[in-house]
């Protein structure tokens, strides 16, 4: 059992009390069963959540729109269980979902998991939309500075040089200086 499966087997055996069903779900349950677990109405979020993490996880890509909606979870264990599985799913919507959502002002207090899968997923959409959320977290006062340090850590690791302008802008934010100096050093190379 890998150490995201370990940490989401511990987090929803609290959640669902455990019992049979949960224990079926975890070790016994073939793909088309846990399939129909994300369809089957009335089922509890904690059943869905390791229905699509255990599809998503052997690439299966029924498991993807479960994965997105987890993936703006409010609950940010919800959130990096699903970017783990939507990263080892690698299905081609992923990093336009994943863009969607860290992009979205209405839910920028949940956007840094998305923001960190962009990272991770190294596509074509990912430089743009860091570059755009980094820009919009830079504002006098905004309060998502996490999000924006994750920005420049994201574009820094990504190592494009049209992200450049954007990270020297993040220079003069105290929280951001030091990751912004490390992002341009690689950027600038």
Known sequence: MD???RSLAHRLREESGGGPAYEHLLAAAGPEELAGVLTEPGRPLWSRELAAFRLGCAGDPRAFEALVLLLNH???ER???AAHALHLLGDPRTPRAAA???TNELRIAYALIP???LARLRAPESAP???TVLRRRLAPGDPHWR???ACVEGLGALGDPGATEAVRAALPHPRLAAAASAALA???R
């Open 3 to 5: 150490e995201e499966l």
């Open 74 to 76: 409010r609950d940010p």
């Open 79 to 81: 959130c990096v269980s």
């Open 100 to 102: 969607a959502l860290a």
């Open 115 to 117: 923001v960190r899968l």
């Open 129 to 131: 939309a860091l570059v």
């Open 147 to 149: 999000v924006a340090l």
């Open 186 to 188: 690689r950027l600038e």
